[in-house]
């Protein structure tokens, strides 16, 4: 347990102090993303510039501050709306069963079946490169194992007898979904969120790498770290501070999701 509350409370706070920094971004920010100077390209990191200056003379601190910001509300829009899609789709193949079910998840597998960071590049590289596009070819790739893990444990819940009891006393099938059976099982939602938000990051990342995310404009991590993979022998600090980057925010909610994934199974933490 105490394990449990150490991963929890050190994923928590790195959560946070990523999601506070990309809130406060415009004050936090040592100048603005988009000042170049060229005379000064490649400067390495100084006090006036704790990270350093990019190929524009720009502030790369800047960029990763106004990047997280990007980071973030595509993850949060991404998990909200495929999250939900889950819940829902999940929750009628499960509590229905019968064709509806054979219907729904033969559209889960389906979709599960392609490797989900090509299908987004797909779906990007088809649609054009701008936020919406980004978010809902994510959405599409990313409701699949929401829908998986509701389905299951609906399956496992449905026929439990305070469910058979809610039934028996008129409850409606709505009332039974919402009021006995989706509470029992928030918390794992919550965990795979969690997770999903670390997978989420890694692909808009990926995306915005290969220049099919949000516009070139718009400073992201994946197009910083792309910048700097060119001049990595002259300038190394450019991606190192993208990465860097990524690799806190996605371990934050990893130990985010390991530690409450531990302390709502008790088994595992009595185990660890």
């Not at 971004?25 to 100077?37: C, N, R």
């Not at 060119?230 to 996605?250: C, D, K, N, Q, W």
């Amino acid at each position: 347990m105490k394990r449990a509350q150490a991963l929890l409370a050190c994923g928590f706070s790195i959560v946070l102090l990523m999601s506070t920094c990309a809130l406060f971004a415009p004050w936090l920010s040592p100048q603005d993303p988009e000042l170049m100077s060229l005379p000064q390209q490649f400067e390495r990191p100084s006090w006036q510039h704790p990270l350093g200056l990019d190929e524009n003379g720009s502030d790369i601190l800047a960029k990763v501050l106004y990047g997280a910001r990007v980071s973030l509300a595509v993850a949060w829009s991404v998990i909200a709306i495929s999250g939900l899609i889950g819940l829902v789709v999940g929750s009628l193949a499960g509590y229905c069963g019968g064709g509806i079910e054979t219907a729904l998840m033969g559209a889960v597998d389906m979709v599960y079946a392609f490797p989900s960071f090509l299908l987004a590049l797909a779906l990007v590289a088809t649609l054009g490169p701008s936020l919406k596009n980004l978010i809902l070819a994510l959405c599409l790739t990313s409701w699949t194992s929401f829908a998986r893990l509701v389905r299951g444990e609906i399956l496992h819940l449905k026929n439990r007898e305070y469910v058979l009891a809610a039934r028996a006393l008129g409850a409606t099938h709505a009332r039974v979904l919402v009021r006995h059976l989706w509470p029992n099982f928030f918390g794992l939602l919550i965990v795979q969120a969690n997770f999903a938000m670390a997978g989420t990051i890694v692909s808009e990342s990926g995306l915005s790498f290969l220049g099919l995310g949000v516009p070139p404009a718009t400073p992201t991590w994946g197009s910083l770290l792309n910048s700097g993979r060119r001049v990595m022998s002259e300038a190394p600090h450019i991606s190192f501070a993208a990465g860097l980057a990524i690799l806190t925010i996605v371990l934050g909610f990893n130990l985010v999701g390991d530690g409450l994934r531990d302390l709502l199974d008790p088994r595992r933490a009595g185990r660890t």
